[in-house]
């Protein structure tokens, strides 16, 4: 808690410093905004369609009405900024965003606790689940239940404070809502209108209470990459920047042992493995997963949460999941990954092969076909930056003679990165979502889903359906000035103050049944919902937990263990397996053999094999690929 709480200050001090842009500065501003949603924004046509909204025309008349405005009428600059938020807000899409300046870029406004929502037979109820170190008030705590919010209904001012934000569908702004009353990352939010907050509640003893608590303005931790960059990293990230701003803040404010463990670097690699709590499995990423074991009703599996995606190595975050799941039980794993707003669009779908015999086929993406998209894609079709564009430059090339709204869909992540090493795990698997799922994670969901690895438990009835790759205004001018020469004709102009604004670039399309479907704004549905109890809150997502083990229980566990001997140039392979009736042998991918399985332990012997090659297991259930293993001679 010491992390945040040490240098934080009263809301109204720190607005008192806010307040430079010039005329010239906020007409900047607008001018590039029209720009990037008119020129670069993938989902337009789908926002308007969907949300009967018209950004564009707000922004003109946002800027006609600033022309008649001069130094000494204008708007106060909070005006301002909540004007350019509210537009980005309307299309409801939280990967495009207006990102305010200094002061706010980079700083917290907060209260000093937590509010969740549970539900039991008479209804949804508000808890509080954490308190900052240090923070009292008579009968407060985890377990209190918040009744109103500055005299209003805590149901109604949650719904009232999601409607001011960008979620794709009500799941998503009712989370966000929440989220929002108690912590607001003044980069992407405008500040509260309030300087204090009344909560009534009834205390841990049932009694009635009430308490008034300030807003608290401090710096958050740092975010893990540079998005405005040139770098690979910056140019494949899948994010919601709220939720990253928000999942940084509540690690310092609340779980502040993981950032010591991280020393301060977000989603750090530690060069030893470490555990975060006393039942966690050891891991070099203390603040990307937390993994161990859970004892539920149905049987004892495993537990893996994936905390954010956001990481700067995708192989590294694949390996250390595989690492983790081969250290939990193997007759079932439950990998959660609510509240993660996405990251390196890599990652999410690297992990997808270790999960499934199934080859990847990774999500395709797509521009809109734009003449400024096409001039970025012309600039970097043969990649002379790192970031290769080609694939999507030839069918941009042409939308102006053949009319095409969008580029061709081409998959950002390599289906030969995605399909590496193959299946690790081989138990059920069964995934815990919510309405804070979005970007990369709606992209790991939807791969998920498309193919067939598990069940899907929704916490909420859909994800938050964010479906594209992101880049900043920043990033985009980059683009365009890199490598030298740079464009002298590009139309991005630096912005004032620490500035930037953020679009959705590329649209995701899903593959398997549903292929070609958006994932924006149409999200992935569950198989089953788990409404959250009571127990889930204060007792560590009990029945939660019990519902995955259900699900597990009911699923069928297969085995296919795979060792191997090599003498001379006759290789012995012993097949131990489970839940399998035939498995077929290939030699770097060149069929060996094809046995039947009777249940007992099979040896086989292959001739003429020399050290380096391939072997392949393929195991099939009722004619049906069920289990893969891959083993290097």
């Known amino acids: 808690m010491q992390i945040v709480e040490s240098g934080a200050v009263p809301l109204p001090q720190f607005l008192a410093s806010a307040g430079t842009l010039t005329l010239g500065q906020r007409k900047l501003l607008i001018d590039q905004a029209l720009l990037l949603l008119e020129q670069n924004y993938v989902h337009l046509q789908l926002k308007v369609a969907m949300h009967a909204v018209n950004p564009l025309q707000r922004l003109r008349v946002m800027r006609a009405r600033i022309e008649r405005q001069t130094a000494e009428s204008m708007e106060a600059e909070w005006i301002f900024h909540r004007q350019m938020s509210s537009i980005f807000h309307s299309v409801r899409d939280l990967h495009t965003n207006y990102l305010l300046p200094v002061p706010f870029a980079g700083q917290l406004a907060f209260l000093p606790f937590l509010i969740e929502k549970c539900f039991d037979q008479t209804g949804e109820h508000y808890l509080i689940t954490r308190t900052v170190t240090g923070y009292a008030a008579p009968q407060f705590g985890p377990g209190a239940e918040v009744t109103h919010w500055n005299g209003t209904p805590i149901a109604r001012a949650v719904a009232l404070n999601g409607a001011q934000f960008a979620g794709s569908n009500d799941a998503a702004n009712l989370a966000r809502g929440l989220e929002s009353l108690t912590l607001r990352p003044l980069v992407i939010q405008s ?10 509640y009834l205390g841990l003893d049932g009694s009635a209470q009430e308490l008034r608590e300030q807003w608290k303005v401090t710096t958050n931790l740092p975010p893990m990459t540079d998005l405005d960059a040139l770098s690979p990293a910056s140019a494949l990230m899948g994010l919601d920047l709220d939720s990253d701003e928000k999942a940084r803040a509540k690690k310092a404010l609340y779980v502040g042992h993981v950032v010591e ?14 555990a975060a709590g006393g039942t966690d499995l050891p891991t070099t990423m203390p603040g990307v997963f937390r993994a161990r074991e859970a004892v539920t009703a149905h049987g004892t599996f ?4 994936i905390f954010t995606f956001s990481v700067t190595d995708p192989v590294a975050f694949r390996d250390e999941f595989v690492r983790l799941a081969a250290a939990l039980p193997q007759n079932g794993l439950i990998i959660d990954v609510r509240d993660n707003g996405g990251g390196h669009i890599y990652a999410s779908e690297f992990t997808l092969q270790t999960l499934t015999p199934r080859h990847i086929s990774p999500e395709p993406v797509q521009f809109v076909s734009t003449p400024l998209n096409l001039r970025i894609c012309r600039r970097h079709k043969d990649n002379p930056s790192g970031i290769d564009l080609g694939p999507w430059f030839d069918s941009l090339d042409l939308a102006t003679e053949t009319g095409a709204a969008y580029s061709a869909a081409k998959p950002i992540t390599p289906e030969d990165g995605a399909n590496a090493i193959g299946q690790t795990y081989f138990g059920p698997v069964v995934l815990i979502t919510d309405a804070r799922v979005y970007s990369a994670t709606d992209i790991f969901a939807a791969g998920f889903a498309d193919h067939r690895i598990g069940r899907i438990i929704g ?13 900043t205004h920043g990033l985009l001018a980059t683009l365009l000035n890199e490598p030298p020469p740079a464009d002298p004709t590009s139309p991005y102009e630096a912005l004032p103050n620490g500035a930037n604004m953020r679009v959705s670039i590329r649209r995701t399309l899903r593959v398997g049944e549903l292929s070609g479907t958006p994932v924006e704004d149409l999200g992935v549905r569950p198989d089953s919902t788990h409404q959250m109890t009571r127990r889930d809150l204060l007792e560590g997502n009990a029945d939660l937990l019990d519902a995955a083990g259900a699900e597990l229980a009911a699923m069928p566990n297969r085995r296919l263990d795979v060792a191997t ?3 001379g140039s006759t290789l012995t392979v012993d097949l131990t397996t489970e839940g399998l009736d035939r498995v077929d042998l290939y030699l770097d991918d060149r069929p060996i053999s094809s046995e039947d399985l009777a249940g007992a332990p099979l040896s086989i012997n292959i ?8 072997l392949r297991t393929d195991g099939f259930a009722a ?3 069920a289990a893969s293993r891959r083993i290097v001679v």
């Open 302 to 305: 495993g537990h893996l949460r």
């Open 623 to 625: 004619g049906e690929l």
């Open 607 to 614: 001739l003429e094999v020399t050290a380096g090659q391939l």
């Open 565 to 567: 001997s090599l003498a």
């Open 261 to 274: 463990l991280e020393g301060g670097r977000s989603s750090a690699q530690l060069s030893s493995p470490v």
């Open 191 to 200: 500040p509260p209108d309030e300087e204090w907050v009344t909560l009534s």
């Open 459 to 471: 916490v909420d009835d859909n994800t938050g359906a964010g479906g594209a790759n992101v880049w």
